[in-house]
């Protein structure tokens, strides 16, 4: 069960910031989701869960180039911002995700990372003004959804 105390945490962050601003942690936030999934595929064992990792930190750098993107057509005169923050896939587990080895725990610390990424993307399309911004948030949490849907089927499985 998400904690939705959790997201309402990240959520409140996210108020804080200008549009702008909020595009730049989603796009730093990509990048550590990348690095993530990567870490994860280097130390776990089982060969299918490498692979699905590997996928899934090439889709989270699509997720930043798509965010990229979508930040210079709305804000031309600026660069994004660095943010040194928790990967929005892992702002409550990212801790435990870097300790974990029993492979079913890492799967479901990770579908939970994902839930909370499309929670908080399904937010950010709700509040943001620009209509290329919004269907881009709620492509990108349909997007966390499959991860999920994908994570859910190894657990299954294992």
């Known amino acids: 069960m998400i ?45 299918t869960l490498r692979e699905r990792f ?20 709305l804000y031309p005169e ?3 911002l660095k943010f040194n923050a928790y990967p929005l896939e892992a702002f409550s587990v990212y801790e435990d995700l870097k300790k974990a080895k029993d492979e079913v725990h890492v799967l479901e610390l990770a579908m939970l990372s994902e839930t909370v990424a499309s929670q908080v993307y399904d ?3 709700s509040v943001v003004g620009d209509e290329g911004a919004k ?18 089927k190894e657990y299954e499985n294992l």
């Open 135 to 152: 269907q881009a948030f709620k492509q990108l949490s349909l997007m966390e959804r499959g991860h999920y849907e994908l994570l859910y």
């Open 78 to 80: 600026k660069e994004p």
């Open 54 to 73: 590997k996928y899934l930190a090439e889709q989270e750098a699509k997720h930043k180039e798509t965010l990229e993107r979508l930040f210079k057509m």
């Open 3 to 47: 904690d939705k105390g959790l997201v309402e945490d990240l959520i409140n962050i996210l108020r804080n910031l200008e549009p702008w601003e909020i595009i730049s942690y989603s796009i730093s936030a990509e990048t550590d989701s990348n690095r993530m999934y990567l870490d994860l595929a280097e130390r776990i064992e089982n060969s």
């Open 123 to 125: 937010y950010l399309a």
